[in-house]
């Protein structure tokens, strides 16, 4: 194969890499869990892993789904703008780090509109593994950012101990 060929090849995979990707934060969106659920590595019951911020490890398929389940169940609306999005490769292995700019809501008090809007920002890696079927997530983990607020208050209280 040639250098030009390899590079073509790769290209393709890092693009598929990112559709994958893209295609597990609209299922999210969209509260697809069914889609979602093909989107995980499938026969890895043991294996798969998920941290979302804030939770413990979350191990095997099944516990990993369920907890995407609870999320949207009580979950009105979310939306992702991820941004410094990252592809690194090596054979069947592809780690995608992001930034995940989160704006979600709840049901309001009344229950007639969407409740108040809050933003967040968590980074985040994403582990995908190759399968006759395309690119499926194997890992991920969700981490927040603190905001400087959050980060100048906790000086503060260090300080002042």
Same mark, same amino acid.
């Given at each position: 194969?040639?250098?030009?060929d390899?590079?073509? =090849?790769? +290209?393709?995979d890092?693009?598929a890499?990112? %559709?994958?990707?893209t295609?597990?934060? $609209?299922a999210?969106?969209?509260g #697809?869990? =069914? =889609?979602?659920?093909?989107l995980?590595l499938p026969?890895?019951d043991l294996? /798969?892993s998920c /941290?979302?911020?804030?939770?413990p ?5 099944g ?5 995407? +389940?609870?999320i949207?169940?009580?979950? =009105?609306?979310? %939306?992702?703008?991820?941004t #410094?999005?990252g592809?690194?490769m090596t054979g069947d292995t592809?780690? /995608?780090?992001?930034?995940? &700019?989160i704006l979600s809501?709840g049901? +309001?008090?009344d229950?007639n509109a969407l409740?108040?809007l *809050?933003g967040q920002? /968590?980074?985040?890696? &994403?582990?995908?593994?190759r399968t006759?079927d395309g690119w499926?997530?194997?890992?991920h983990?969700?981490?927040? *950012?603190?905001? $400087?607020?959050?980060? #100048? &208050?906790?000086? #503060? $209280?260090?300080t002042?101990?």
């Amino acid at each position: 194969m040639s250098g030009r060929d390899e590079h073509a =090849e790769a +290209a393709a995979d890092i693009a598929a890499v990112e %559709q994958a990707n893209t295609a597990f934060y $609209e299922a999210m969106e969209r509260g #697809d869990f =069914e =889609e979602l659920s093909g989107l995980w590595l499938p026969g890895e019951d043991l294996t /798969v892993s998920c /941290v979302h911020p804030g939770w413990p490890v979350l191990t095997g398929r099944g516990e990993v789904l369920r907890s995407y +389940a609870l999320i949207m169940a009580n979950t =009105e609306y979310i %939306q992702f703008f991820l941004t #410094d999005v990252g592809v690194s490769m090596t054979g069947d292995t592809a780690v /995608v780090t992001c930034t995940e &700019n989160i704006l979600s809501g709840g049901p +309001a008090e009344d229950g007639n509109a969407l409740g108040p809007l *809050v933003g967040q920002l /968590v980074v985040a890696t &994403n582990v995908f593994r190759r399968t006759p079927d395309g690119w499926k997530l194997w890992s991920h983990h969700g981490s927040p *950012v603190l905001t $400087e607020s959050e980060s #100048d &208050n906790e000086d #503060d $209280e260090e300080t002042a101990s």
